[in-house]
């Protein structure tokens, strides 16, 4: 699942950046691979999980709940990290599991600056032609 979600993602900023003028498909199209790492890193945290179900600090203990909800929590999860808004519910408790946090928070922030650097650009671009 995490190579097709890589290889995804990659071929739709190829989209994105190969175009030259700023449109609604180039934006619904960053937003779309924006989700899309989500859904790795959130992949990587249940299999984290499924190496030490003691990785992260939950709400209800990873033993105690299905699969299915266990996964939605670590979507949410992935979110809120890469987000930066940290909302505390969940915790990483192991170091692995900290070092990915760390590095989803810092790819959803350059992530956004490097989005709005280029939407600029282009938009730019397009005002002068």
């Keep these: 699942m995490l190579p097709l979600l890589a290889l995804l993602a990659a071929g739709i900023l190829r989209f994105v950046y190969r175009s030259r003028r700023l449109t609604i498909d180039g934006i619904f199209a960053t ?16 299999l984290l ?5 003691h990785s992260f600090s939950l709400p209800v203990p990873a033993g105690e709940r299905s699969r299915h909800l266990l996964h939605l929590d670590m979507v949410y999860y992935s979110l809120i990290t890469q987000c930066s808004v940290g909302y505390g519910d969940i915790l990483p408790r192991s170091e692995t599991a900290r070092m990915v946090a760390v590095i989803q928070a810092v790819i959803g922030q350059f992530y956004m600056a490097v989005v709005v650097a280029v939407f600029v650009g282009m938009y730019a671009s397009q005002r002068r032609d």
């Design 31 to 46: 937003i779309t691979v924006y989700m899309i790492v989500a859904l790795v890193f959130a992949q990587l945290y249940m």
């Design 49 to 53: 999980l499924g190496l030490d179900p």
